[in-house]
């Protein structure tokens, strides 16, 4: 009997033990829990250190994913130079500077930024030699007002640089430019080959009812305009002297 009493007491004890061990565990867990809340809460740190670098990025890259225009050198508008089997073709007409140019401007083909007030605009094209041969590595220096007509003398909104790609191709996204007492809409440009002169010029755009009280205004530097999804769409080939 008191073999039994105590094989019973130490059985019971077990017992009472193991079910004591159940509650701490499951008390783990939650403390586990809680360290998995902390997981998220990190992650989520994480993902918005991430959205702002990565997902911004990932929106630019969808930006221009979704607004890269693809248009090759065969798709180019006929009228336009080098354009529709042209062999040879006139320097891009100069015009003046003005007086808002800036030197220094930053690198950048896409001058358009989020909330822009405007009609958002792609204008692509190439940098050819007068015999119409692509020039790679072309220097591109565009600057305008914005949609007000109010260019930025202090910074460098709508204003930036850029290179053509090895086939001679360039593409610059901004808005379309507001009109200033005088002037037509016009974008201010600078081009120039490898060692080459600099062009000065301007781009002009078709049916504005002021190109034609603008002295300034040259139809050989309109551009070639189609309406796009989000705005408009643009082309133009520049011509630099062959270096
Ligand atoms: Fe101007």
């Given amino acids: 009997m008191n073999r039994k009493n105590i094989f019973s007491l130490v059985m019971t004890i077990s017992i ?10 499951a008390a783990t867990s939650p403390s586990n829990d809680a360290v998995n809340t902390v997981v998220p809460t990190t992650l989520s740190n994480t993902d918005s250190n991430a959205t702002s670098p990565t997902s911004t990025s990932s929106t630019d890259s969808n930006v ?27 320097v891009t007409p100069e015009l003046t500077e003005g007086p808002y140019y800036k030197t220094g401007s930053p690198e950048q083909a896409d001058l358009y930024q989020d909330g822009m007030t405007g009609t958002k605009l792609i204008v692509t094209g190439y940098v050819y030699d007068t015999n119409c041969q692509p020039v790679a590595n072309a220097w591109l220096d565009f600057w305008q007002a914005d949609a007000n007509g109010n260019y930025d003398n ?18 610059l996204t901004t808005v379309v430019p507001g009109l200033y007492p005088g002037r037509t809409e016009h974008i201010h440009f600078k081009v120039q080959a490898p060692n080459g002169e600099i062009i000065t010029s301007q781009l002009f755009f078709p049916g504005v009812s ?3 009280s603008d002295g300034i205004y040259n139809a050989n530097l309109l551009l070639s305009i189609q309406e796009a999804s989000d705005g408009l769409q643009g082309q133009y080939n520049f011509v630099v002297p062959v270096s």
């Fill in 64 to 90: 221009t994913a979704t607004t890269e225009v693809n248009i090759t050198a065969e798709s180019m508008d006929p009228n336009l130079a080098c354009s529709g089997g042209k062999t040879s073709s006139s």
């Fill in 210 to 212: 002021q190109n034609d």
């Fill in 16 to 25: 009472l033990a193991l079910a004591a061990c159940a509650p701490a565990t």
């Fill in 154 to 171: 202090s910074g460098y909104t709508l204003r930036g640089h850029q290179f053509t790609d090895e086939n001679g191709h360039f593409q």
